[in-house]
């Protein structure tokens, strides 16, 4: 079992950055691939960003990629998303997942089987 806990998010302005955090219980903390989605109201899940379990292989949307970092320190349990150059269509609210490596899409949010509550993030314009 694997509990997460979302922090970071608030509101910002457009072009400006947040850093979310989320912290894992459990010492198979290693052993997990993590991904971030995030959920806008009256639209459907979808897929940020993701990191396999050593932290050496990632995986951006296209729609966030080049302003975005996911990062994870297996030390502390924590999975981060830095983001940069937000736009109000990144408000949303942000969720941090974690799954087994299945060797699956790791951006089918139906593939993980731990989530966090989530954080909002609002960008204002």
């Known amino acids: 079992q694997v509990q997460l806990v979302e922090s970071g998010g608030g509101p910002v302005q457009a072009g400006g950055s947040l850093r979310l955090s989320c912290a894992a219980s459990?010492?198979?903390?290693?052993?997990?691939?993590m991904g971030w989605f995030r959920q806008a109201p009256g639209k459907e899940r979808e897929f940020v960003a993701g990191?396999?379990?050593?932290?050496?292989?990632?995986d951006y949307a296209d729609y966030v990629k080049d302003r975005f970092t996911i990062s994870r320190d297996n030390a502390k349990n924590t999975v981060y998303l830095r983001m940069n150059s937000l736009k109000p269509e990144d408000e949303a609210l942000y969720y941090c997942?974690?799954?087994?490596?299945?060797?699956?899409?790791?951006?089918?949010?139906?593939?993980?089987?731990?989530w966090g509550q989530g954080t909002q993030v609002t960008v204002t314009s």
């Open positions: 997942a974690a799954r087994r490596p299945k060797g699956t899409d790791g951006r089918a949010w139906p593939s993980y089987d731990y």
């Open positions: 459990g010492r198979t903390f290693i052993s997990y691939d």
């Open positions: 990191i396999g379990w050593s932290g050496t292989t990632t």
